[in-house]
């Protein structure tokens, strides 16, 4: 309602005698009273972190190993036939190999002050768990990034940096002359999928047989939503009804990019224990209160020993996707 222009109130018609005034004090604190604050936050959101999801994890080194060693051994050897007196017996035996990994530690650490706690009890939010969950994250976000890259500096191995995992050159047969999925037809798409999973099956002669396919999201979606020419069928449906030894295709955001020359990277491997685990000889953990005046500090600590491949004839890849 608009307000008249009256000198005095009493002077006013009746219907605008209820009209009140207030200061900027006043009105602040009456838009205060009338502000509903809600229950939930709404947090910043951050992309979700996969490689617990998609690495089999291993606890089995002890939280103050230094270093992860297996051992990989290898039958050698050939039989032939021979007669009854031969002294020219062929031989056969076992050779051994030792692989070794690093093993560092993963810090951060969190405080709240004398002042925040009180604070945060008189409103009823949880102040130091978010700040415990912030910690927790930069564990997790670091973990997740060696875990895929591995860290050069520190000696940890990471999945997509392996030496020995092979490469699948994908045909440029797509529109311009291209490799990407993108370019392709459905049927394209499905042949160059196929032929990572080939790949690992030929080149280990059939010991090794991959289950598992990682895209980047925009792959991910172009598969979803494509049919194949003649059947009404996605390329997504049908490779996963047409190979029986694809257990999962997933979207992964560390394969945005991650190719040569920054293109896009599409990995399929085997996902077992048996071919390849992510080290975590400790988990994340809070250590004691740290008492500083009137701050608290919490510092946290992890141990962890990157992705060990045991079998890189397991894993193929392409780039340019």
Not at 67 to 85: C, F, H, L, P, R
Request: proline share 4%; glycine share 6%; no cysteine.
């Amino acid at each position: 309602m608009k307000k008249p222009n009256f000198q005095k109130l009493d002077e006013a018609p009746r219907e605008y005698q209820n009209f009140a005034n207030f200061d900027e004090g006043e009105s602040i604190f009456f838009a205060r009273e009338l502000e509903h604050i809600k229950a939930k936050t709404y947090d910043i959101k951050f992309p979700e972190l996969k490689a617990r999801l998609l690495f089999p994890l291993d606890f089995e080194a002890n939280a103050g190993a230094e270093t992860i060693t297996y051992e990989q051994y290898d039958q050698v050897g050939v039989a032939k036939i021979v007669s009854n007196y031969a002294d020219d017996l062929p031989r056969a035996d076992v050779k051994g190999k030792e692989f070794t990994s690093r093993v560092r530690t993963i810090a951060s650490s969190y405080g709240y002050n004398y002042d925040e706690i009180q604070a945060a009890k008189m409103a009823g939010k949880p102040l130091p768990q978010r700040k415990a969950n912030a910690a927790r994250r930069a564990h997790m976000v670091l973990e997740n990034r060696i875990a895929f890259f591995g860290d050069v500096e520190h000696n940890i191995q990471g999945f997509l940096d392996n030496p020995n995992i092979q490469e699948v050159t994908l045909a440029a047969d797509g529109a311009g002359s291209s490799k990407t999925l993108a370019s392709k037809t459905g049927d394209q798409m499905v042949r160059d999928i196929a032929s990572l999973f080939t790949a690992i099956h030929d080149v280990s002669k059939g010991a090794e047989v991959g289950d598992t396919l990682m895209l980047p999201i925009n792959q991910f979606n172009l598969i979803s939503n494509t049919r194949i020419a003649d059947i009404n069928m996605t390329v997504l449906k049908f490779v996963m009804e047409n190979n029986p030894h694809i257990k999962e295709i997933v979207w992964v955001t560390e394969m945005k990019g991650s190719g040569a020359g920054a293109t896009d990277k599409m990995v399929a491997y085997k996902r077992s224990s048996d071919a390849l685990t992510m080290e975590i000889p400790s988990e994340f953990k809070q250590l004691p209160v740290q008492e500083n005046n009137l701050e608290y500090k919490v510092p946290t600590h992890q141990r962890f020993g990157g992705v060990l491949v045991y079998y890189p004839l397991s894993v193929a890849y392409a780039d340019g996707i």
